[in-house]
């Protein structure tokens, strides 16, 4: 553990690594938190350390000596030689500490990254513009983005009657077309679903997740912290959609189909199940993981899929420190060679 200093006695930060965090007080933190976050769990932190060749620092903000704040900081490597730091969510509060905690947050982070080849930060997309100011006196570039959360507080039948018509159709389309949805409760289910991930991954040229990060994954199904949905045609797997689940926040991470089954709609019919099971399960808010811009023509099948399950439009910001960074962002998202050139090198996992 290491302490660093802090120009004020009734505040201070602290660092850890996974093996030094104390996870009672950790959790403690998250369940008097103001922001309800999957992606500032321990056991995610455990996903990622254990899986995919990350090094999750637990930062910790203190009011004398009781935890009012932090942030989980993943140490990665870019091209497989540059390090790199990303925080993905929070971060976490308590009471009228928002702002405190956050600026106490970045300041430190500009301290131990100053060597990094870039620093990305993407707060909780609900409180994420109550930032912008703290990140552009620190020198960061904001980058916006947006994703819509389906408010799940609402009868079951209005979230069905408030859905695109186009959406209810292809539920329809795949039941009518004998496709059945199910939860994937076992390993082997879970196994037969990665191998059609991999098969994904090399038709869409996206790096596939290794076999083991599904088997820490399938651990925090065992504790409610993870769903994976699945859609069949008899018994064969034809699409599946995992997420990541915390308390009464759910939110989309990858999926995966066969192309020879998209006409019958698998994906509308695992959407539904998902959020079918989402309502039942206590879950309030339920993130569908990003919407791209209208106006780009090669991603509008993606916009226009998503766009069809209702929801709140939540703009936010991707905040890095390197202008080079944020040029190459906006490059990929405005040129579609450029997002091939970028496709092409996610493929074998260089970013």
């Not at 651990?219 to 912290?225: I, P, R, S, T, V």
Request: overall charge positive.
């Amino acid at each position: 553990m290491k302490k660093i200093p802090e120009s004020s006695d009734l505040y201070t930060i602290q660092d850890y690594d996974i093996q030094k965090v104390d996870t009672d007080e950790w959790n403690d933190l998250l369940s008097r938190s103001a922001i309800c976050d999957a992606f500032q769990t321990y056991e995610w932190a455990l996903v990622l350390r254990n899986s995919m060749n990350v090094k999750p620092t637990f930062l910790v903000v203190r009011h004398r000596s009781k935890m009012i704040g932090g942030v989980i900081i993943l140490k990665k490597k870019f091209f497989g030689m540059f390090d790199s730091y990303e925080i993905r969510g929070g971060p976490l509060y308590v009471g009228e500490n928002r702002t405190i905690v956050m600026k106490r947050i970045v300041e430190t982070l500009k301290e131990r990254t100053g060597k990094a080849i870039y620093s990305l930060f993407i707060p909780f997309p609900a409180i994420n513009h109550a930032f912008l100011n703290i990140f552009l006196n620190e020198g960061y570039h904001p980058f916006p983005f947006r994703t819509i959360i389906i408010d799940l507080r609402k009868p079951l039948d209005l979230i069905w009657s408030a859905l695109d018509k186009k959406a209810r159709w292809g539920v329809r389309k795949a039941e009518r077309m004998g496709l059945r949805a199910k939860v994937a409760d076992t390993w082997q289910e879970w196994e037969e679903y990665y191998h059609l991930h991999t098969l994904h991954s090399r038709e869409k040229q996206y790096p596939a997740r290794p076999l083991n990060f599904f088997e820490e994954m399938f651990k925090l199904h065992d504790k409610d912290m993870s769903r994976l949905f699945l859609a069949e045609s008899g018994k064969k797997l034809v699409a599946g959609s995992l997420f990541l689940v915390y308390n009464s926040n759910m939110i989309f991470l990858q999926n995966a189909w066969l192309d020879s089954f998209r006409k019958y709609n698998p994906n509308n019919l695992i959407q539904w199940k998902s959020i079918e099971w989402a309502k039942e399960n206590g879950v309030e808010a339920y993130d569908i993981n990003g919407l791209p811009p209208e106006e780009i023509k090669y991603l509008h099948g993606i916009y226009d899929y998503k766009k069809r399950w209702d929801g709140q439009i939540h703009w936010f910001y991707y905040y890095v420190n390197r202008r080079s960074l944020y040029a190459g962002m906006r490059l990929i998202r405005s040129n579609q060679l450029a997002w091939k050139i970028f496709s092409r090198f996610r493929s074998y996992g260089a970013v």
